[in-house]
């Protein structure tokens, strides 16, 4: 089947829990999005009061109290929090790429140096405490700024709350993540691969390399323990895959404003974002130089502009900057009180302004 640009677009919407909000917690959200980007604190929070009927600070702070969601470098390289379930299996997909990269570096890393950081982490550890530990014992073979890395590769290390929660979230620190995966190699890469299918599809290899920091070689040998998967053919011939049974939209369906937060996943998962956002709207929303990614608003499902919000006394206001020509809808405005309650609890005013579209979507 080969898919129209609407219904890509409104298949990966719903998946993604923008088309309607969903009542489930904030734990089952994180696992059935595969993991929230948390490089910013607030970010998973908000990604999941776009998503969810019930979010709150307190839901997803409660789930990493208690482990039920993790906070760990994983996919990209980069801080996500994911379900403590899927942890074990996810973080072994990435150690294994980076175990095979840094012992070409660092010729000595073996079963007994990861086990010496394993135990050295039992506790939690502070970022100087752990590199200082990581140079005795690799000596000069890395660069003082590589050795969290290395010790990453060794260990599962996730940081322990406070770390993630919504605003005081302390020093972070390192502590082993003690249970042992249940599946490794192509196997697990398969069950990664179905998880990123079913909170990303219809997507390509590609895009799931791209999303997880993996080759594609990698991926594809998890392809086999995937399966089921259905294949399908995308708007411009390419071939995609995505769960069987996988809701299909109707087209004319209509899509809800959605504000977005900073790094949200929805923008990162694919190599062609097209299904999200014009290219020429994609080079004002990433930062080519650095990787930011801005705070986004969806108009009829695509990003349509960038949000910023503040609090002065006692009023909270949000601006919308659009990048392309496009109205905004009745549902903008409650929307954007919404988070600026969330945002601003506080505030006893809320403004939501749209600022003048200038005419040209280009840097």
């Given at each position: 089947m080969r898919l129209t640009e609407r219904r890509l677009t409104l298949r990966y919407l719903e998946r993604q829990l923008l088309l309607a909000r969903s009542p489930m917690g904030s734990g089952q959200a994180v696992?059935?999005?595969?993991?929230?980007?948390?490089?910013?604190?607030?970010?998973?929070?908000?990604?999941?009061?776009?998503?969810?009927?019930?979010?709150?600070?307190?839901?997803?702070?409660?789930?990493?109290?208690?482990?039920?969601?993790?906070?760990?470098?994983?996919?990209?390289?980069?801080?996500?929090?994911?379900?403590?379930?899927?942890?074990?299996?996810?973080?072994e997909i990435w150690r294994e790429q980076a175990t095979e990269h840094w012992s070409r570096r660092c010729p000595g890393l073996d079963e007994k140096t990861a086990a010496a950081v394993a135990e050295f982490t039992r506790e939690p550890r502070e970022r100087e405490e752990l590199r200082a530990f990581m140079g005795e014992?690799?000596?000069?073979?890395?660069?003082?700024?590589?050795?969290?890395?290395?010790?990453?590769?060794?260990?599962?290390?996730?940081?322990?709350?406070?770390?993630?929660?919504?605003?005081?979230?302390?020093?972070?620190?390192?502590?082993?993540?003690?249970?042992?995966?249940?599946?490794?190699?192509?196997?697990?890469?398969?069950?990664?691969?179905?998880?990123?299918?079913?909170?990303y599809g219809p997507a390509g290899l590609?895009?799931?390399?791209?999303?997880?920091?993996?080759?594609?070689?990698?991926?594809?040998?998890?392809?086999?323990?995937?399966?089921?998967?259905?294949?399908?053919?995308?708007?411009?011939?390419?071939?995609?895959?995505?769960?069987?049974?996988?809701?299909?939209?109707?087209?004319?369906?209509?899509?809800?404003?959605?504000l977005l937060p900073k790094w949200d996943s929805a923008l990162l998962a694919h190599t062609d974002r097209g299904r999200i956002m014009d290219p020429e709207v994609q080079r004002r929303v990433v930062n080519r130089s650095n990787g930011d990614v801005a705070a986004t608003y969806l108009v009829d499902g695509r990003v349509a502009g960038t949000w910023s919000a503040g609090e002065k006394g006692s009023a909270a206001r949000l601006v919308l900057t659009p990048l392309v020509r496009a109205e905004l809808p009745d549902d903008a405005e409650p929307e954007g009180v919404r988070l600026l309650r969330f945002l601003h609890p506080r505030a006893a005013r809320h403004s939501v302004e749209a600022a003048p579209f200038d005419g040209d979507p280009l840097p």
């Open positions: 696992r059935l999005l595969l993991g929230l980007q948390a490089q910013y604190s607030p970010s998973p929070y908000l990604a999941l009061l776009a998503r969810l009927d019930g979010a709150s600070t307190t839901g997803l702070e409660d789930c990493l109290r208690d482990a039920t969601v993790v906070k760990s470098t994983l996919m990209r390289g980069t801080l996500h929090l994911v379900a403590g379930a899927d942890y074990p299996v996810w973080g014992l690799t000596g000069d073979a890395v660069t003082p700024r590589e050795l969290l890395h290395v010790a990453r590769a060794l260990v599962p290390l996730v940081q322990p709350p406070p770390s993630g929660f919504w605003r005081h979230h302390g020093k972070a620190s390192l502590q082993c993540h003690r249970e042992p995966p249940e599946l490794v190699g192509p196997a697990a890469m398969g069950r990664w691969l179905r998880a990123y299918l079913t909170a590609r895009d799931a390399a791209k999303f997880a920091g993996l080759t594609v070689g990698r991926v594809r040998a998890g392809l086999p323990y995937a399966d089921p998967v259905e294949r399908l053919e995308g708007p411009d011939g390419r071939d995609l895959l995505d769960v069987p049974d996988a809701m299909d939209p109707d087209e004319g369906v209509r899509v809800p404003f959605r």
